[in-house]
Structure formats: structure tokens, C-alpha cells
């Protein structure tokens, strides 16, 4: 499902919303993530996840292509950590075990 995708489905889910009011909602929704994790928030959606950011710290890697040491810097990068009714959700309706859509 793509960013615009979610805006449709939530304008369809909401008529009292505006197709804008939709737009404003997905998108304040993810900016707040964002800049949360920016921050060096946490942030938890019960039953969804927990979205963090993690610090890697500097290491040396090499070229695959020469086989040349290069120095990877130390950097943040977000992570997502499935909570327990995702998971059973997707394990519920994964394109094996059937079961009913989303």
C-alpha cells in the first residue's frame, strides 16, 4: 500500500472528512513519527509497533567491488519492532495460512 493509497482508504473509511482533511491527517500522523524519531523519541503503537531510532557506531567495511577498507561513519537509523497483534495478524491472513483480509 502506497502513501496515497491510505489517504483513499481513510477519506472512503471517514465521509465527514475531506479528501484534504484525509491528506492532513496521514500525513501528521507520519511528520509526528518522524520528528519524534528525530528527537530521539520512542514511539509505541500498542498492537502495531515500536518505532526507534538506533545508533551505529563507526566501523571499518570493505569494497566488495576492490576489496579496499573503507570507514563507515557512526550514524542513527530508524527501526521497526512488530507488535504482538501485527504479527498475529499478518500470521493470520500471510498469503499461506489464508484466513481473512485486512
Known amino acids: 500500500m502506497t502513501r496515497s493509497e491510505l489517504i483513499e482508504r481513510v477519506a472512503q473509511q471517514y465521509p465527514q472528512l475531506t479528501y484534504r482533511d484525509a491528506v492532513k491527517v496521514v500525513e501528521t500522523v507520519f511528520g509526528e513519527i518522524t520528528e519524534a524519531l528525530a528527537r530521539g523519541s520512542r514511539v509505541e503503537?500498542?498492537?502495531f509497533g515500536i518505532f526507534e531510532a538506533v545508533s551505529r557506531?563507526?566501523?571499518?567495511?570493505?569494497?566488495?567491488?576492490?576489496?579496499?577498507?573503507?570507514e563507515v561513519e557512526?550514524?542513527?537509523?530508524?527501526?521497526?519492532?512488530?507488535?504482538?497483534?501485527?504479527?498475529?495478524?499478518?500470521?493470520l491472513t500471510g498469503a499461506v495460512g489464508g484466513g481473512r483480509p485486512l
Do not use: W, Y
Open 57 to 70: 557506531k563507526k566501523r571499518l567495511a570493505r569494497n566488495p567491488r576492490t576489496g579496499e577498507s573503507v
Open 74 to 91: 557512526a550514524k542513527r537509523l530508524p527501526r521497526f519492532k512488530a507488535g504482538k497483534g501485527l504479527r498475529d495478524r499478518v500470521n
Open 45 to 47: 503503537l500498542r498492537g
